[in-house]
């Protein structure tokens, strides 16, 4: 299950090529962040000359051009977090 790597406010940038055009190179904001569909992170999206709001998912985001808040949490070693469960305080009947 993918987590989403970018956060609300952060700035980035549409993939080009196929349906989108010259103009949609230009950055937009990130609004919210929308629950995952067929294990696809959605975002949805704002460009600061439009009024519409627009529903994308992270295949369509070019990671390059791209800042994230999330790209920092993403990088924490697994070691370093604690899980809640306790394996040896769980007993089981037999």
């Known amino acids: 299950m993918p987590r ?3 956060s609300v406010g952060d ?4 993939k080009t090529g196929g349906l989108r055009s010259p103009k949609s190179e230009r950055p937009c904001r990130i609004l919210s962040v929308l629950p995952e569909t067929y294990g696809m992170a959605q975002y949805r999206i704002r460009f600061d000359d439009e009024n519409c709001e627009r529903r994308i998912t992270e295949a369509e985001i070019d990671n390059e051009l791209s800042t994230a808040t999330g790209k920092k ?5 697994a070691a370093s977090v604690s899980s809640w469960i306790n394996p040896s305080a769980i007993k089981t009947r037999k």
């Open 4 to 6: 989403h790597l970018y």
């Open 11 to 14: 700035s980035v940038f549409l």
């Open 73 to 77: 949490e993403r990088s924490r070693p």
